[in-house]
């Protein structure tokens, strides 16, 4: 009888794990996908030089993420392909003294990504999203300060915003 008392209670302590897997969980169009190639950006901004750097932002975090190793396009299983679409700036917060002047800049950087599958050729993942980051003007004098200067030392940090919510979406679908 005190057999019988106990089944219950070993079902309820081992049934709670019976869904759990261990390892990652790719979202389902992207999970015979093992080997990844990213290829170079394609830059739709007026800014020079970002493809590079968000090709960059975006194979550092699938190298720390782990769930995709990066290879060549003709060992890779699928393709990462990349737009940046454009650069949004826009203000955070005004001066003290001057209230047409801006101190503070929000920055967004807007990309798409697409994971085609190397052999067929089919979109296995599409999406867009926003890099953020903000940036304070520098310098004494607001009205001379170099505002482009210090909004391309930000894009960096934007970029690995966006690559970071980019291997999100990859790796675990959301």
């Given at each position: 009888?005190?057999?019988?008392?106990?089944?219950?209670?070993?079902?309820?302590?081992?049934?709670?794990?019976?869904?759990?897997?261990?390892?990652?969980?790719k979202?389902?169009p992207?999970k015979?996908?093992?080997?990844?190639?990213?290829?170079?950006?394609?830059?739709?901004?007026?800014?020079?030089?970002?493809?590079?750097?968000?090709?960059?932002?975006?194979?550092?975090?699938i190298q720390?993420?782990?769930?995709?190793?990066?290879?060549?396009?003709?060992?890779?299983?699928?393709?990462?392909?990349?737009t940046?679409?454009?650069?949004?700036?826009?203000?955070?917060?005004?001066?003290?003294?001057?209230?047409?002047?801006?101190?503070?800049?929000?920055?967004?950087?807007?990309?798409?990504?697409?994971?085609?599958?190397?052999?067929?050729?089919?979109?296995?993942?599409?999406?867009?999203?926003?890099?953020?980051?903000?940036?304070?003007?520098?310098?004494?004098?607001?009205?001379?300060?170099?505002?482009?200067?210090?909004?391309?030392q930000?894009?960096?940090?934007?970029?690995?915003?966006?690559?970071?919510?980019?291997?999100?979406?990859?790796?675990?679908?959301?």
């Open positions: 009888m005190r057999l019988l008392g106990l089944f219950p209670l070993l079902g309820l302590l081992f049934g709670g794990c019976a869904g759990y897997h261990v390892g990652p969980v979202p389902t992207m015979s996908v093992h080997k990844i190639a990213v290829s170079t950006f394609k830059n739709e901004t007026l800014e020079p030089r970002l493809e590079v750097l968000m090709a960059n932002a975006l194979i550092k975090q720390q993420d782990g769930t995709y190793r990066i290879t060549s396009e003709q060992d890779a299983d699928a393709i990462l392909q990349g940046l679409e454009r650069i949004e700036r826009g203000a955070a917060r005004g001066a003290r003294n001057d209230f047409f002047q801006t101190s503070e800049y929000n920055l967004g950087v807007v990309a798409r990504i697409r994971a085609t599958d190397k052999h067929t050729g089919r979109v296995l993942m599409e999406r867009s999203a926003i890099g953020n980051s903000s940036f304070f003007v520098s310098g004494r004098n607001l009205r001379t300060a170099d505002v482009n200067k210090d909004e391309r930000a894009i960096p940090l934007a970029a690995e915003d966006l690559a970071t919510q980019m291997v999100s979406y990859l790796s675990e679908g959301w």
